[in-house]
């Protein structure tokens, strides 16, 4: 026991002959000291005498595995590489995720400073006008963030009747006296004035182009953001063709069978199963990297000047400017709206203001915005990082078979010929495959039907597409028919996922976790086992595998 023996693989008709001789031996299983005649000794030998059974998937010889170890053992393949990708999956959800939040706390933390600013600076700006109208401020800020958020709103609309009920509130002001008499219809019809009329000047027509253009990009982006995301995790949730289950078993545990445990598989055989596992998975390239190129060039549409920043700072100075013009000019507005409404809307009556009115000197005092220089690096900083997290994650589907056998599962030389190839531990010869599901049509791992593309992962192509394109619209300032993702677009979409949740951008291992136990391996080619009784034989320790996999299922 305590000296070298050699290791050997006996030929089918001597499982009885290995049996008695284990039988005689002590055995050291993972620190637990099994006994001759013990229960323990009993179990092992009722896996061990069933060796180099028929094997429907590992290469058929020397075999430490029966045909339900192997079952097991592709079972827990399958759970192992689904988990992985769901893992991968999950770490670019945390970078959505993190992209989402950042840019919604700034976005809405200038919106919410631009809404104090009026506040604070209105009550003397306007002076009496700003206190009875202050609830039409507010809803205007309400309507503005109801539409970041993804409500069913109409923003040009929304922007249109703020001006109308400002309007109707600033005459009314203009003769308290009078207020009372005017007509809704009056107050209708010189709505409809407002084009030909302009009571505000030029203001609201700048305003709402701004404004316009930066709600819709914001918007949006959140939006691609959001289903980026979602398309994420729909597609790690795909499962495993049975073809790919075979073929990752193969990869991963067949080695394991062969008493090669510690042998790694190369990587080019570990590409060739991973880009035929992964082939529907690649075809997202192109429309996800279109989605990353249009997202980049809307994030950069942030810093054009007018920035975003001082877009929604200028609300406030946009809004005094109109009710500045609109009280240096209400007599003349007032006579031509009289001329075309009537006196406060009693038919074929006729204003009986002068014909050269005069203009009257304002109460209003005109606000000046100065964008200070912290606030402009900020943007930038908000902007540089949301576009380096973007143009990592650019190439993600087609780089993730690559990353799945970066670890320490694969060898890290192409010409290894100390590695697994599928077979034995010899050098990997065929080629390696292209990327996505065309490119498959001669993968010798993976058995796949180009002709049937994985139906969950077109429609999330499709939905690819269809958000690149409402970014383009974005981009040039077209409102886009969307549905009312306010529930959704919150950051606790589907989308979404919390840190606990998502991973922190690990790098993927696959095979045995490093964490368990570890298995010292010698296969047939060993000739001698130095050391004492601890040491371990290559089928002990794969059952020491499937006893340690069936523990951390408990």
Not at 226 to 247: D, F, H, I, Y
Not at 384 to 393: A, T, Y
Not at 405 to 433: F, Q, T, V
Request: net charge neutral.
């Amino acid at each position: 026991m305590h000296g070298s023996r050699r290791v050997f693989a006996p030929p089918p008709h001597h499982h009885a002959l290995l049996w008695v001789r284990l039988r005689h031996k002590t055995c050291m299983l993972n620190g637990w000291q099994v006994q001759r005649g013990s229960r323990h000794q009993e179990d092992l030998a009722d896996l061990l005498q069933k060796a180099c059974e028929h094997l429907r998937v590992c290469p058929q010889g020397y075999t430490c595995c029966t045909s339900a170890m192997e079952e097991t053992l592709s079972n827990l393949s399958r759970r192992e590489f689904e988990g992985l990708v769901r893992e991968a999956g999950r770490s670019i959800q945390a970078s959505l995720n993190a992209q989402y939040r950042s840019f919604d706390t700034y976005f809405l933390e200038l919106l919410n400073g631009s809404e104090r600013w009026l506040e604070e600076t209105f009550v003397k700006a306007l002076g009496t006008v700003y206190g009875p109208n202050a609830g039409v401020f507010r809803d205007l800020y309400s309507d503005l963030r109801r539409y970041y958020r993804g409500a069913a709103l109409n923003l040009e609309e929304a922007l249109d009747e703020f001006w109308t009920r400002l309007l109707e509130r600033l005459l009314k002001a203009s003769n308290p006296a009078a207020a009372s008499l005017i007509s809704d219809d009056f107050l209708e019809c010189a709505s409809k004035q407002t084009e030909t009329l302009r009571p505000f000047g030029e203001a609201p027509r700048e305003l709402k182009g701004r404004l316009v253009r930066v709600f819709i990009t914001a918007r949006t982006f959140v939006q691609g953001l959001n289903m980026a995301g979602e398309v994420v995790r729909k597609v790690s949730q795909v499962p495993l063709t049975p073809e790919c289950n075979r073929a990752i078993m193969k990869l991963v545990y067949c080695p394991h069978c062969r008493g090669l445990s510690s042998v790694k598989p190369c990587a080019n055989y570990c590409k060739n199963v991973m880009k035929g596992c992964l082939a529907n998975q690649a075809d997202l390239d192109t429309e996800w990297q279109n989605l990353v190129d249009t997202m980049l060039q809307v994030a950069s549409s942030f810093g054009t000047e007018p920035s975003m920043d001082i877009i929604l700072h200028s609300i406030p100075v946009r809004i005094s400017e109109a009710v500045l013009h609109m009280q240096e000019n209400m007599e003349l507005y007032t006579s031509k709206v009289f001329q075309a409404c009537g006196d406060r809307g009693e038919d074929g009556t006729q204003s009986s203001v002068p014909e050269e009115p005069k203009k009257k000197e304002s109460t209003v005092t005109p606000l000046e915005y100065k964008p200070s220089s912290t606030a402009a690096v900020r943007l930038e900083v908000q902007v540089s990082d949301v576009s380096s997290k973007l143009k990592e994650m650019q190439l993600y589907w087609i780089q993730l078979p690559s990353a799945l056998c970066n670890s320490k599962a694969a060898s890290g030389s192409s010409s290894d010929d100390k590695c697994w190839n599928g077979m034995a531990k010899a050098r990997y010869l065929p080629e390696i495959m292209g990327d996505g599901l065309a490119n498959q049509i001669n993968n010798p791992e993976v058995d796949i039907d180009i002709t049937k593309p994985d139906r969950t992962i077109r429609q999330q192509i499709m939905q690819l597409k269809i958000m690149s394109n409402r970014l383009k619209n974005a981009l040039e300032g077209n409102d886009v028919d969307f549905q009312d993702t306010s529930d959704d677009i919150s950051g606790s979409g589907s989308g979404m996922c919390s840190e606990q949740h998502c991973g922190q951008g690990k790098p993927p291992v696959f095979g045995p976790k490093q964490g368990q136990a570890k298995l010292d391996a010698y296969g047939p080619e060993n000739k001698k086992v130095k050391g004492s009784g601890r040491q371990i034989q290559p089928c002990v320790s794969l059952i020491l595998l499937l006893l340690i996999s069936l523990l951390l299922r408990r």
